[in-house]
Nanobody, 117 residues
Framework: QVQLVESGGGLVQPGGSLRLSCAAS????????MKWFRQAPGKEREFVAQ????????YYADSVKGRFTISKDNANNTVYLQMNSLKPEDTAVYYC??????????WGQGIQGTVSS
């Protein structure tokens, strides 16, 4: 079993920054890639960013490109999401997602990020 624990959420003013972390633990044999998703109130969950675990290639949703940066720490099985120039529309519950090379898919419990003055 794999556990994903997100941290780093909170309340920030527009234009501010937050850094989310997602630490994976448990029976991790081989991570293929990790992603961040978010879900705003009354909306569907949407893709935010992804990173491949071996090569480190990244991909972002257009809505966050240039403002958010995904990164990883292979040694500690942790993925980060640095969120800058935050807007009220970035307010959401943020979830991390892990896919192993064997095709197993895991989700974190989610963490709230709120952008408000």
């Amino acid at each position: 079993q794999v556990q994903l624990v997100e941290s780093g959420g909170g309340l920030v003013q527009p234009g501010g920054s937050l850094r989310l972390s997602c630490a994976a633990s448990g029976s991790i044999f081989s991570i293929y890639r990790m992603k961040w998703f978010r879900q705003a109130p009354g909306k569907e969950r949407e893709f935010v960013a992804q990173i491949s675990w071996s090569g480190g290639s990244t991909y972002y949703a257009d809505s966050v490109k240039g403002r958010f940066t995904i990164s990883k720490d292979n040694a500690n099985n942790t993925v980060y999401l640095q969120m800058n120039s935050l807007k009220p529309e970035d307010t959401a519950v943020y979830y991390c997602n892990l896919l192993t090379r064997s095709g197993l898919d895991y989700w974190g419990q989610g963490i709230q990020g709120t952008v408000s003055s």
